[in-house]
């Protein structure tokens, strides 16, 4: 869990930015604009454990790092705002519990997969038995399974997203039928109308030729 910043985290954080260097800010402008653009964690390089604490604390460096006002990096302005997008949609509980829901979705398929791996690997299997399930906490911890869980919740979020799209281009297909069926409507009620006004314009010109 993140905890408060204290007058000594701003004294070091100001410390820490005095010795920055404009190549690493350049560095950080390109690491953020480089970042898988669904994936808020990515931006503010935290794991997807973070508390909400964790996020602000994170994003007031990064942020004060990319600050077009300290960085010169042309593209700063854009990691900048990357940054800000990211943090807003962390704090907001029913954007995070969206992506984390993915999170957990990824993480059950890659434990899914490795189950499938460990019945094939006898030792792994009875060391896992052994361990009572520590084996598995210790492998998730690892770079290896961190990595495999970021390219899958990437996988994940980036078919959610193509499915979202999908679902919103028929809305707008529907919508557009259902406008253009509105409007063949409106033409034929109005084609009507002129025919009956005209109809009724010639009347006494009828009326006059059946008796004369």
Same mark, same amino acid.
């Given at each position: ?89 962390? *704090?907001?509980? &029913? #954007? ?5 829901? $993915? ?5 059950? !398929?890659? @434990?899914? =997969? ?42 994940? *979020?980036?078919? &959610? #997203? ?5 679902? $919103? ?5 529907? !919508?557009? @039928?259902? =406008? ?33």
């Amino acid at each position: 869990m993140g905890e408060t910043a204290t007058p000594d985290d701003d004294l070091l954080l100001k410390t820490f930015f005095a010795e920055v260097s404009e190549v690493e800010r350049d560095n950080e402008v390109a690491r953020i604009l480089s970042c898988f653009k669904l994936n808020p964690f990515e931006y503010l390089n935290l794991p997807f454990d973070s508390s909400p604490e964790d996020v602000k604390k994170q994003y007031r460096k990064l942020s004060l790092l990319v600050h077009p006002d300290k960085c010169k990096h042309p593209q700063a302005k854009e990691a900048f705002g990357a940054l800000a997008k990211a943090q807003q949609l962390l *704090l907001d509980q &029913q #954007e995070r519990d969206y992506i984390l829901s $993915q999170v957990m979705a990824a993480k059950d !398929e890659l @434990r899914a =997969k490795r189950k499938k791996q460990l019945k094939k690997d006898t030792a792994s299997k009875i060391k896992s038995l052994v361990d009572e399930g520590k084996y598995e906490q210790i492998h998730e911890r690892s770079e290896e399974f961190q990595l495999e869980l970021k390219l899958k919740v990437r996988e994940i *979020l980036t078919e &959610q #997203e193509w499915r979202r799209r999908k679902m $919103q281009m028929r809305i707008s297909e529907e !919508e557009g @039928r259902l =406008k253009k069926d509105e409007e063949e409507q409106k033409e034929m009620w109005k084609r009507k109308r002129e025919h009956e006004e005209q109809w009724e314009g010639t009347r006494e010109q009828r009326v006059r030729f059946l008796y004369f």
